[in-house]
């Protein structure tokens, strides 16, 4: 179905009228147009700069991550190369997260804005694949209490929630197979 709709079958898209515009920021952007009034950037330059910077980081970085799990037969040594980059990534973000809004819940603090929307589907989906392989969360967001309030509170607000349309089951049933997994095969004894 999706490929009827956008050849190219990435996600997320938007169907605007007769237009499908796909991927995430570019569907943020034109939200930002058509409704201005929901604030999704700061009028503040820098804090804009700053919000621009940390979506560039988790779009470049966890894409590369993610690559690892496409290069072959995910085992043991793969799995730790993509849960130390994930780590590497995540304690990145907090330092950011602590520079800009020392305490959350989102990027802004109080603000939602494009960043929390930008980064919320990525952090979905690493979440979901370490919960499937491992039976746990990335050991780094238990010490790390900003960027753990951050991710919990980007991935229950009801704007994401409303607009996820894959349930977290659906995603599971699809990590196994897609990547040759067996749930919780790389859970620590």
């Known amino acids: 179905m999706l490929k009827e709709i956008y050849l190219e ?3 997320p898209i938007i169907k605007y009228g007769d237009d499908v515009i796909p991927e995430s920021m570019v569907i943020v952007e034109l939200i930002h147009e058509l409704y201005p009034t929901a604030k999704l950037y700061p009028t503040d330059p820098v804090k804009k ?3 621009k910077a940390i979506i560039r980081l988790v779009e470049d970085k966890i894409l590369q991550i993610i690559r ?3 290069s072959g037969p995910i085992t043991r ?3 730790d190369m993509f849960e130390e980059g994930v780590t590497a990534v995540y304690s990145r973000i907090n330092g950011q997260l602590v520079d800009q809004a020392p305490s959350g819940p989102y990027f802004l603090g109080t603000e939602y804005s494009a960043a929390d929307i930008a980064i919320a589907p990525f952090v979905y989906l690493l979440t979901n694949f370490v919960y499937y392989a491992a039976g746990r969360d990335y050991k780094v967001v238990d010490e790390l209490p900003r960027l753990s309030e951050f991710l919990n509170d980007i991935l229950e607000n009801p704007t ?3 607009t996820c349309l894959e349930t977290e089951d659906d995603l599971k049933a699809r990590i196994g197979p897609r990547f040759g997994l067996t749930q919780n095969m790389f859970s620590e004894p």
Do not use: C
């Open 49 to 51: 700069a700053k919000m």
């Open 9 to 11: 079958a990435r996600i």
């Open 77 to 79: 040594e793969t799995f």
């Open 68 to 70: 690892i799990l496409y």
């Open 160 to 162: 994401f929630k409303e």
